[in-house]
């Protein structure tokens, strides 16, 4: 049986108010995030998802790990924590996934406007070329 649970956490960050939503379907996770202005109620949160979802910007899936239900040694259980932070830095699911799709974006950018300046740099040459051949005709 294929589960899925989305879960949607409104906070603030400064100057802003944001929503991270989260999906988790089939063992992919992805992530989202929603800037809203001033504090939102819940209608408006709800009307906004409403409107938007299909405009909305989810990060790239990544891989999930199924859950263990075995219990485990509290012992145990500190020392795979420490293991996992040293060999994978702090930081949430979201805040991966986010971050994945912020290094995507910024590709993405880096491409265009090297092509953008590419452009720039051969139209500049071929007025340099017609400027020249105009110099090089007959009075």
């Known amino acids: ?6 879960t949607l956490t409104i906070l603030f960050e400064a100057p802003f ?4 939503y ?3 379907c089939g063992g ?3 992530a989202c995030k929603i800037t809203f202005g001033a504090e939102p109620k819940d209608y408006e949160v709800y009307d906004f998802l409403l409107k938007n979802w299909s405009s909305l910007k989810f990060s790239p899936s990544v891989e999930v ?6 219990r485990v040694n509290p012992k145990r259980m500190r020392r795979l924590i420490a293991k996992q932070i040293d060999n994978m830095g702090i930081g949430t699911k979201a805040q991966q996934a986010l971050k994945l799709q912020q290094e995507q974006g910024k590709t993405e ?4 406007s090297r092509e953008q300046r590419e452009e720039e740099k051969q139209r500049q040459f071929e ?3 017609e400027k020249r051949k105009e ?3 007959g009075h």
Do not use: C, F, P, Q
């Open 28 to 30: 992919r996770y992805d």
């Open 1 to 6: 049986m294929n589960t899925s649970v989305s």
């Open 109 to 112: 950018h880096k491409s265009r």
């Open 17 to 20: 108010w944001i929503g991270l």
């Open 22 to 24: 989260e999906r988790e």
């Open 135 to 137: 110099k090089h005709k």
């Open 65 to 70: 790990e199924a859950a263990a239900d075995k």
């Open 127 to 129: 007025l340099r070329e």
